[in-house]
């Protein structure tokens, strides 16, 4: 998760995340739950659909126009089941669940005004349009824009056809409007409640993740994300794409002399741009920084062959060295020393513990230390198993 959005970054009257990316997050994050609602809604409405045809014969009896209702509402069931099988294939089901909640509620509504069309009796359907609408809005999966929309056309289009019949007064007729507008509305006010705080609890959860995998400090990761499986996952990952994956350790150099001399508030500073750099230096997304000790920072680059890796801690030697660090009125300038290991990995070949690796960027760390300071030293696996 690289962005964070406040509560206020939901749209007031959409109840969606503002940010086109985050909306996604969430909707990757909620498929699950969404394609289960889906589910269980479309099948309650697809059984009802099919099982209100008996309403259907004992009012028209078996005639014509009861053969065409019954196949309409087959059509509604068949829908329906398209609708479930879809989202359960498809590889993001909440886009798909709400497309196909689109197509299912505006062709339910249309073929809902064909029942009332044939059979009349407008002041029960005109009950059974108000729960058709709560269940528009609250039970079946949707963007409150998309279901609103619904809504309204088919609460417009029913009062029309109830006008047309010429049959209800002008005083049930108005009754009828308000009753249908009450129902838009507390559907449409619940429902953009629901999606402001499914959309709230995830924003939390997120926080919370991000505040338990971060370093508080640096913001760079921490050791229990590292600790829990980050490097055998990407070392794993390396394997089964026959790819290269390179580690790199990095120290600030002298650090414990920094803090004597500047104080301990000037090295925080210090290791908070030392870690700016380093992610501002590195793949979003891809690569990944851990603040592995106090002063120590470990990179893990996948895809990454020696000579880009040692390139890149050269690089960013070089950037460490020639910046300063302002801290008040006093400027810090600082070194680091790297070490680099690279492993080329393929499924034939063993695999590589994670500790191992680490220790051996560890070794050549300290053998740029031992060397001097201010320098990187790196080298392929195999040649430093073998050393
Ligand atoms: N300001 C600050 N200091 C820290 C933090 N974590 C660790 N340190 C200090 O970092 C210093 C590390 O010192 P050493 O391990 O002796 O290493 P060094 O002085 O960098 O020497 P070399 O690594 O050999 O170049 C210690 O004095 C720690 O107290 C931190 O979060 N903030």
Request: glycine residues 6%.
């Amino acid at each position: 998760m690289s962005e964070l959005q406040s509560p206020s970054a939901i749209a007031r009257w959409r109840g969606e995340f503002t940010s086109a990316s985050t909306e996604s997050a969430f909707l990757r994050d909620q498929g699950g739950v969404i394609r289960h609602e889906l589910t269980r809604s479309l099948s309650i409405c697809g059984i009802s659909y099919l099982a209100f045809a008996l309403a259907d014969v004992a009012h028209l009896g078996q005639s014509s126009q009861t053969l065409v209702l019954f196949l309409a509402r087959l059509a509604i069931a068949m829908v329906a089941l398209t609708g479930i099988v879809l989202t359960r294939r498809s590889a993001n089901p909440a886009k798909t669940a709400y497309r196909a909640a689109t197509v299912f509620t505006s062709l339910a509504m249309l073929t809902f005004l064909l029942v009332v069309y044939a059979r009349g009796e407008l002041l029960l359907h005109g009950m059974s349009m108000a729960i058709m609408l709560i269940i528009v809005y609250l039970f079946i999966p949707n963007r409150l824009r998309n279901a609103t929309i619904v809504a309204l056309c088919a609460s417009a289009s029913f009062l029309a056809l109830v006008y047309s019949f010429g049959t209800v007064s002008a005083r049930q007729l108005s009754t009828m409007t308000m009753l249908l507008l009450l129902a838009n509305v507390f559907g449409a006010v619940a429902a953009r409640r629901n999606a402001r705080l499914a959309r709230r609890q995830y924003w939390t959860q997120q926080i919370l993740i991000n505040q338990s995998v971060r370093d508080p400090l640096t913001g760079a990761f921490n050791r229990r994300h590292l600790n829990a499986g980050l490097l055998d996952g990407e070392i794993e990952s390396a394997r089964r794409r026959n790819a290269s994956l390179t580690i790199i350790m990095c120290d600030v150099d002298s650090f414990k002399s920094i803090n004597d001399t500047h104080g301990h508030q000037a090295g925080d500073a210090l290791l908070q741009d030392v870690a700016r750099l380093l992610l501002s230096m590195t793949r979003d997304g891809i690569d990944t920084v851990v603040r592995y000790g106090g002063e120590e920072f470990l990179l893990i680059l996948p895809d990454t062959t020696l000579a880009d890796g040692r390139a890149l801690a050269e690089r960013m030697r070089t950037r460490l060295a020639a910046a300063n660090s302002q801290h008040g009125l006093v400027q810090i300038s600082a070194t680091a020393s790297f070490g680099v290991v690279s492993a080329r990995l393929s499924p034939e070949l063993p695999g590589i513990a994670s500790q191992a690796l680490i220790a051996h960027a560890d070794e050549l760390l300290y053998a740029a230390k031992r060397n001097g300071r201010n320098r990187v030293h790196a080298r392929e696996w195999e040649a430093a198993g073998a050393a």
